[in-house]
């Protein structure tokens, strides 16, 4: 029953040569589809480097790989020595592999010589032409094999940083690629060893070595679960026999492994491959060991290794007689010849003679599965990295490239005309877009919390003291009566107080809707030139984290900041400073101007005609009906019904809360302190309905207005629009134009983006004329497999 198994395989062999006219174990028949390997492993090598998480989210150019897996010392490092076909990598005691080892080999052409670098190309030279060069391309080293082989193994361990105590783990992928006749063009990609508890040694802390235990084995197999569940990736499983033999951990990495691999076959197909190591090392094989099970084919179906789904289980031997042996025919018989011997008592030898034996049996295993990988991923990766390719395009077009003085100079006009007409759309007072949310901020938003804000001031003092003042006669003893101006200046400076605030806050609220607009035209017309954009910013003084508290200062010498320190040039901030100037100077009028208002000459007329009325003489207006009186209509207007409603409210609350405290008010006295805040309300109403008319057009005159027509301070005027003032700043000065020429040069970042961009798009464009050449070649093995299929 044994034979079963390998006479089933001999059969499908055979109808595959009769139906595809190929044999998938003779390296003879894919000689025509090397090519389509090299074209992979360029895809894999070329296309992430200096690529983003979101570029490589987005187009997803991971072409198919073979991915190297097992336990710390396993033999994987090994095992890829016997392929490359030299003894390159280190061999320590502690751990090597630290980083994913991407090795992408290719195999020389019939007649294509490999001279070394620096060579004359004379006799002498030809004849130490070494056997392979290795290159990191991260580092542009390279090193001629065998020669320098300590060398690697020395550069390695460098990168590895195989030498430290602590041991770190990185996703980061370190690269080399292999040019030799001794080996196939293939790639592969070795992760770190998984650790597992007995891997790492136990020193006299058992609980921290069990920390340090815990976290290397997370980190491996966390680089491991990344790796296995990538898209188009073969896994390659290495198992060392000695391992095996002693049942040393394999079962909770082949477990892990079943998981993963089950998750992902959810979604895409997962080819899996097995390598036996270090069989020439076994003395003898009990009979019942996993080994022979899976090199007969005997598995049961409830053995963990099932889960793996492992399609054939090759075994490798990588001893130093083998790797150290130049002959590939001489190390290929020393090879097989120490598996048979491993094998043999267990084995008969039909049976050996089906079991896939050595490197060369895997690379054809491992090159069939990525041809038949390539051929249903290439149209997609194709149409990716054209995608990709028009992506880099765009960037490239948007990043600065060097220009004329000329050029400059008409540039820069270029982008003062696109700055001044995104920040009219913005926030302009003609032929802006409405629906803005700056310009409804700025014209709607901010002067109705304005006028809120001044409606719910609160006008009170201290009520009590207030009252007794009153009651003791101390307000008629100050000014001689209610009426005096002097009782106003005493009052009103109170109230313009409570009124100081609201000012301020509209003064910011419209001066952050300005540096908004200011920000978002300056960033949209200069933004491709950083150093300009920089330097724009510091002409006009907008601020970046939108705090413009720090240019609130009130003063009649705002324009003279023009001429003052550098971080006060600002246009911006003499704005701001001279809207706050004016708006005090009018807060600071309204204490003796307010004097002659005709509602304070005639309050005692308002006070018993309008504000004592009884409440039902506005239920018209508080009901929602209408009346057409003249009388009704303007006291409605000048919404007269509200300060009467007020100022009974106001009267009301004074004497109770001093009722509350003092004791009962005579009648005479309740009046007093009736018309005494109803005196209180009516200043207010008077200065608040003064300054809300005022405030709003003295702001947007000096902030939104000064950007388009300049601002007049005092005696002085500056009457330049932004624009014209960089113009004139940074242009019609000599040392200014200068840093505006230099500042329109590609920025360091900028020149470093553009050559890698142009760079990754020569690798792109390359990719795509080798697609299209190799187009006839893909469609030939695509048509193979499918009728092998």
Known sequence: MSYVGPALQNLKQFAGRLVTGIDPTKDKDYDDFREILALNDKVLQETSDEMSDEDIKKYDLDPPRVVVVGLTSAGKSSLLERVVGFPIFPVLSGVCTRQPFQLSMKRLKAGEKLVPEGSSGDSKEKSIEPEGVLRFPATGKKFELPRENASVRAEIASLQRSDEKRVEFSKKEIRATVHSARNETFTFTDLPGVFCVSDHIMGSDYQKSRAENSRLQSETMGITKHYVQKANTIVLVVISSTDWLHSMNNDPLCGYLAEWLEETRKTKEVDVYGVITKLDMQSSIPEGSPILKVLKGQLSQQHLLHGLKVKKWIPVVSSPAVLNQTEKKIADNIEREAVINALRSKMSSSALEEVSIGRDALLRELRMALLKAITKTQKGLRQRIIMFAKDVEQRLRKLPRELTVHEKRQKFDQLLNGFHNELKKLVGPRDSDVRNKLRMDLMV??????????????????????????????????????????????????????????????????????????????????????????????????????????????????????????????????????????????????????????????????????????????????????????????????????????????????????????????????????????????????????????????????????????????????????????????????????????????????AENRAKWTRKLNVLRDLQKEFEKRRKTLRELERRFSQQQ
Not at 546 to 566: I, P, Q, R, T, Y
């Open 445 to 750: 938003r901010a002067p109705a919390d304005f006028r809120n804000d001044m409606k719910s001031c609160s006008l009170r003092g201290n009520i009590t003291e207030d009252v007794q003042k009153i009651v003791d006669q101390a307000a008629l003893d100050v000014g001689g009566g209610f009426d005096s101006d002097k009782t106003f200046n005493v009052l009103s400076k109170n109230i313009l107080d409570s009124y100081n605030e609201p000012c301020l806050k509209l003064i910011e609220r419209c001066a952050t809707a300005v540096n908004s607009a200011l920000l978002l035209s300056v960033d949209k017309a200069f933004g491709e030139y950083k150093q300009l954009k920089s330097l724009i910013q510091k002409t006009i003084g907008y601020v970046p984290n939108g705090d413009v508290k720090v240019f609130m200062e009130s003063g009649s010498d705002a324009l003279d900041n023009l001429e003052g320190d550098e971080e006060k040039k600002g246009m911006l901030a003499t704005m701001i400073r001279s809207a706050t100037a004016k708006v005090s100077a009018l807060i600071d009028a309204h204490k003796t101007m307010i004097c002659f208002h005709p509602m304070w000459r005639n309050f005692d007329t308002l006070y018993s005609k309008i504000l004592l009325q009884d409440e039902k003489s506005y239920s018209g207006y508080i009901g929602g009906s209408s009346s057409n009186s003249p009388d009704d209509v303007l006291q409605k207007m000048l919404d007269l019904p509200a300060l009467a409603k007020r100022v009974r409210e106001e009267g009301v609350n004074a004497i109770n809360t001093y009722e509350a405290k003092k004791g009962k008010l005579p009648a005479n006295i309740k009046e007093k302190v009736r018309k005494h805040f109803a005196r209180v309300e009516v200043m207010g109403y008077i200065i608040r309905m003064s300054l809300v008319g005022s405030v709003f057009p003295i702001v947007i005159r000096d902030l939104r207005d000064g950007l388009f027509e300049g601002i007049k301070c005092g005696l002085k005027a500056w009457d330049l629009p932004v624009v014209q003032l960089l113009r004139t700043r940074l242009l019609f000065d000599s040392r200014n134009e200068a840093k505006v020429l230099k500042c329109m040069n590609p920025s360091q970042e900028d």
